[in-house]
């Protein structure tokens, strides 16, 4: 049927993200894209936009995909706020050691690469990244912690997550990250005792 698409957006969105997330967003070219994707430059620009417009969206996919999982390990965190934690960083444990995507965090290599990042796409990177945190502090919150408590805590759970994320492309195993947890999740459990 003349001009219909005949790719699947959804297929196309999900490989540039994966492309982005190898090799970052300064390191991945037009090419690499096409590649990756199956599309020649003039259909990722029809259909998918510019580089900048592209990498938005693919963070935004990456957000909205690992965000639903955020949320729903933080759901239980009004009456279990120690589980709540464990399980969102179960969340990146989890993505971690999943073979089918590559080591790191989209967010934690956009926040990395905030400093060549065009002031719009920088913006946006900073707004995602916060977004971790804003989850987890109304998870804390809900979990009895004072407003400055739940500030700081989900400060410094969200530097620990995307820590995890950059410890593992460095080759830290398994146990390495989830001692890092433990530690984190006792803080959190001592915290909630006083």
């Known amino acids: 049927m003349a001009g219909k698409k005949q790719f699947d957006m959804d297929t196309a969105l999900d490989a540039a993200m994966i492309q982005f997330w190898r090799d970052g967003y300064a390191d991945t070219s037009l090419d690499d894209l096409s590649r990756a994707t199956g599309l020649n430059r003039s259909s990722i620009y029809s259909s998918l936009g510019d580089k900048d417009t592209l ?86 919150k809900a979990g009895r912690l004072t407003d400055q408590d739940a500030e700081t805590f989900a400060v410094h759970a969200a530097a620990v997550n995307q820590s995890l994320a950059v410890m593992s492309r460095a080759g830290a195993s398994q146990e390495q990250l989830l001692a890092i947890v433990d530690v984190t999740v006792d803080a959190l459990s001592q915290a909630l005792r006083a």
């Not at 965090?105 to 400093?115: F, G």
């Open 55 to 140: 990498f938005l969206r693919c963070l935004d996919l990456y957000a909205a995909r690992y965000g639903e999982k955020y949320d729903s390990a933080l759901s239980c965190a009004a009456s279990e706020p120690v589980a709540a934690v464990r399980a969102f960083f179960g969340v990146t444990l989890d993505r971690i050691a999943d073979p089918e995507v590559p080591d790191g965090c989209l967010i934690a290599q956009s926040a990395m690469a905030i400093p060549v990042l065009s002031p719009s796409v920088a913006a946006h990177a900073k707004q995602v990244l916060g977004s971790q945190r804003l989850r987890l502090r109304a998870a804390l």
